[in-house]
């Protein structure tokens, strides 16, 4: 049983617009939603991150929002640029749980400039 | 600091042979990680440690040992590689506690995980 499901699989934005990648998740003990960047032949890097206390978080052209009672939340990235190809994360997790992760399986963003 | 490195960056074994994949972090991080990543599944938990001695066991345990000898080592071992174990193997580590302005903090580890640069792993 998948605990969290991202969408898309792979997307393709031209540059200056608006890349948009969505989770899901089922438990509601889950009270921590990070999103990943993954660039080829690199580990993942923590780029954002979420509690369900707040229904949105900026930071420069990356958004999360939020949405409790629908138990999803997307990653907004505006303005993309070729330089954000990468493949993107989304996870959550349960306080206590040690710093266990669960993660989404991916979305491979490629931007065209 | 060098952050979190592993060794060997690409390794091919046969069905059946043994192998050991190290993971270092200079960063005196109390917890440790391993996933593993295939195409399509995203990154999936295997073992962890929270400390020097412990380990515990992840969402895909199987097939796989650890060990957390020293504070800043985490390995990975297969007994008896097999196909299904091909993957790119990523190890983390984070921390829960900082000092700032002189008074100790409490620090979410989910909010500090640091991951390495992963190995690839080929198993004929």
């Known amino acids: 049983q998948q605990q969290v499901k991202q969408s898309p699989q792979s997307l393709i934005v031209q540059k200056g617009g608006i890349s948009i990648i969505n989770c899901a998740y089922e438990?509601?003990?889950?009270?921590?939603f990070p999103w990943y960047q993954q660039f080829p032949g690199k580990g993942p890097a923590l780029l954002i991150a979420i509690r369900p206390d707040v229904s949105e978080k900026k930071e420069g052209r990356f958004t999360i929002s939020f949405n409790k009672s629908a138990k999803q939340f997307s990653l907004h990235i505006m303005d993309s640029q070729p330089g954000d190809s990468a493949t993107y994360f989304c996870?959550?997790?349960?306080?206590?749980?040690?710093?266990?992760?669960?993660f989404g399986k991916g979305t491979k963003l490629s931007v065209k400039p | 600091n060098a952050g979190v490195t592993q060794t060997p960056k690409f390794r091919v074994l046969k069905t059946g042979q043994s192998m050991t994949l190290l993971c270092a972090q200079d960063m005196n991080h109390e917890y440790m990680y391993w996933y593993r990543q295939d195409p399509g599944m995203g990154l999936r938990l295997i073992h962890y440690?929270?400390?020097?001695?412990?380990?515990a066991k992840g969402e895909v345990p199987d097939g796989y040992n650890v060990s957390r000898l020293k504070k800043q080592n985490f390995l990975l071992g297969l007994e008896s590689a097999a196909p299904s174990q091909t993957s790119v193997y990523f190890c983390?580590?984070?921390?829960?506690?900082?000092?700032?302005?002189?008074?100790?903090?409490?620090?979410?580890?989910?909010?500090?995980?640091?991951f390495g640069p992963g190995t690839r792993l080929l198993v004929l």
């Open positions: 440690s929270v400390g020097e001695g412990t380990t």
């Open positions: 996870a959550a997790s349960i306080e206590g749980s040690q710093g266990n992760l669960i």
């Open positions: 983390a580590s984070s921390f829960f506690a900082g000092v700032h302005d002189g008074a100790r903090q409490t620090i979410d580890p989910r909010e500090t995980q640091y």
């Open positions: 438990n509601t003990a889950f009270d921590y």
